[in-house]
Nanobody
Framework: QVQLVESGGGLVQAGGSLRLSCAAS????????MGWFRQSPGKEREFVAG???????YYADSVKGRFTISRDNAKNTVYLQMNSLKPEDTAVYYC????????????????WGQGTQVTVSS
């Protein structure tokens, strides 16, 4: 069992930065692929960034070059550094975990956090 708790969301002006954190409980964190997803009203939840258990990363085209995902297995925490934020980045951001390889769809992820709101004003 893995429990995930996100933090770090908030209101920021366009062009600003935020860093999201996802703290995980459970001894399987280091063996888990971790993903960040987001969902805005009326839209489906979409993949943003992910990091495999070995540290390989993958990004959605919409955030490539602006967002950076990282993990600290000693702290059981995954981070999402978001720079050059745009109003279209406004959404609830969710952290997710799964055993196995990194994937970009929601269904294979077994564990989800409660989400943290990110609002980018123009």
């Amino acid at each position: 069992q893995v429990q995930l708790v996100e933090s770090g969301g908030g209101l920021v002006q366009a062009g600003g930065s935020l860093r999201l954190s996802c703290a995980a409980s459970g001894r399987t964190f280091s063996n888990s692929a971790m993903g960040w997803f987001r969902q805005s009203p009326g839209k489906e939840r979409e993949f943003v960034a992910g990091v495999s258990w070995s540290g390989s990363t993958y990004y959605a085209d919409s955030v490539k070059g602006r967002f950076t995902i990282s993990r600290d297995n000693a702290k059981n925490t995954v981070y999402l550094q978001m720079n050059s934020l745009k109003p279209e980045d406004t959404a609830v951001y969710y952290c997710a975990a799964r055993r196995g390889s990194l994937v970009v769809t929601t269904t294979p992820y077994s564990y989800w956090g409660q989400g943290t709101q990110v609002t980018v004003s123009s």
